[in-house]
């Protein structure tokens, strides 16, 4: 089993995606209700994913007053091969060394090609956001659709 309680499968499988792809979408919400969708780096340390924000950003206003969020990850275009995850927010002072080291190892040829030094990125993004799953929302469009086994759609992340 994993956090997201069910059987990994290898195609469609959520942890897969988490440690492969490079941009989650997360949603906020913000205080007049509306939606707040933006496109961001992320790294999963196998039971959060961590991300880090300019500290007067949308979205870490929005999870100062609200903490669910919602995240999306994958490809629309591959018959809406797409994982949605209901997750839950917080806003630690620091990330620990490990994450901060991961993050730093996932982006550099990024942060390269931008022309910014890790230095520079943290000064820059120097908000951690720590974001812990609470459940998975599998979509699949036309072709085979994969349902976790033995589980309804929207299962509990941590049971």
Known sequence: MNPFGHRARPARDPLRRLDAEAVVWLATVGADGQPHLVPTWFSWDGDV????????????????????????????????????????????????????????RKYARRLRSLGIGWDEYLATYSQPMRIRP??????????????????????????
């Open 134 to 159: 609470l459940r998975y929302l599998g979509w699949h469009g036309r072709g085979p659709s994969w349902q976790p086994a033995a589980a309804p759609q929207m299962t509990p992340a941590l049971a």
């Open 49 to 104: 994913l961590w991300l880090y924000s300019k500290p007067g950003a949308v979205k870490v206003r929005n999870i100062r007053r609200e903490r669910r969020v919602r995240l999306a990850l994958g490809d629309a275009l591959d018959d809406f091969d797409v994982q949605l995850i209901d997750a839950v927010a917080d806003l630690p002072g620091a990330a620990p060394n490990a994450v901060a080291e991961r993050h730093r």
